[in-house]
């Protein structure tokens, strides 16, 4: 089974469009988003969902007023000033503080705090015509978004597996951190997405130090590649220098957000763009062919 995950160094160089587009190439594949704190994949998909499970994955310290002696040592603990008294003396803990440590139930003399397990958001399994879609939102403030990216990633593994499809294709989240670092690791191939900007040379180089670490073999796609011409040559270069894949340049083509508005990819509203990005998507099913071979 190959798994090909579109990563950006930055958001807004259309990684979520590019995913959509391959998802309509590929006709038969399971999909993942895994761009979690901000989903949108399912904008441009007509799904429909089969399967709601909620993520916990935090908790957080409640205190027993009735047990506590407001000795005070919990705030001491405390390393993130998540602990303060309340009016009447009784630590209060503030949810959004809490990282969960579990320190001041660990000390307290009095055994007044306990954990309580806090739901951090939602994910879905659901249907499309091109194959299985696993998507998630996460709770207002809530973090962790990595391990959540890893859970929608093995379920989507595991579906696939059982329904005999041998490709998966992954919306990543942009940036380098915790996500975008669970959602490439262990993946078949890396197609990286940024546009002929100083912001978008910059955070390239970035995510492709995270894959060149990581081992993962990746191509680069520069979008918009003709508003700024002599910085795409230079992207193609450095790509080129640094031994990663020229997929392609896509040019700048208003059928993208005509497109988005639709609740269409790109693929399927036609254009420049779109066959820019046909090309493209034949260049990264060619490199997973001669991986395969």
């Known amino acids: 089974m190959k798994e090909v995950v579109v ?23 399971a999909i993942t988003d895994c761009d979690v704190d901000a989903a949108d994949l399912h904008l441009l998909l007509e799904w429909e969902v089969v399967g709601t499970f909620p993520f916990v994955d935090t908790s957080v310290a409640v205190v027993d007023a009735e047990r506590c002696q407001q000795c005070g040592l919990c705030m001491d603990l405390c390393r993130f000033e998540a602990i303060t008294p309340d009016v009447r003396g009784v630590p209060m803990v503030d949810a959004f503080r809490c990282e969960g440590c579990r320190v001041c139930a660990r000390w307290c003399p009095e055994d007044a705090i306990t954990m309580q397990e806090v739901r951090s958001g939602t994910w879905f399994h659901s249907n499309t015509r091109f194959g299985p879609f696993f ?37 990543g989240p942009p940036g380098v951190g915790c996500p975008a670092i669970s959602a490439v690791t262990g993946a078949s191939y890396a197609v990286l997405v940024t546009e002929p900007t100083v912001s978008g040379t910059h955070d390239l180089v970035r995510i492709a130090g995270v894959v060149r670490q990581l081992g993962i ?45 639709e609740g269409k990819s790109i693929v399927a509203y036609g254009g420049n763009g779109a066959r820019a990005v046909e090309r493209v998507w034949e260049n990264v099913s060619r490199r997973l062919q001669d991986a395969s071979a």
Not at 146 to 161: K, Q
């Open 7 to 29: 990563l950006s160094g930055k958001g807004g160089t259309g990684k979520t469009s590019f995913a959509a587009a391959f998802v309509s190439l590929a006709k038969r594949c």
């Open 135 to 171: 998507h998630a939102r996460l709770a207002v403030g809530a973090e962790n978004s990595g391990r959540l990216v890893e859970l929608l990633r093995r379920r989507a593994h595991e579906v696939a597996g059982d329904a005999g499809l041998d490709l998966i294709i992954t919306d």
């Open 217 to 261: 073999p990746a191509g680069v796609v520069v979008n918009q590649a003709d508003v700024n011409v002599t910085t795409a040559a230079e992207l193609e270069r450095w790509t080129a220098e640094n031994g990663l894949d020229m997929l392609g340049n896509v040019p700048y083509d208003t059928g993208f957000i005509r497109a988005q508005i």
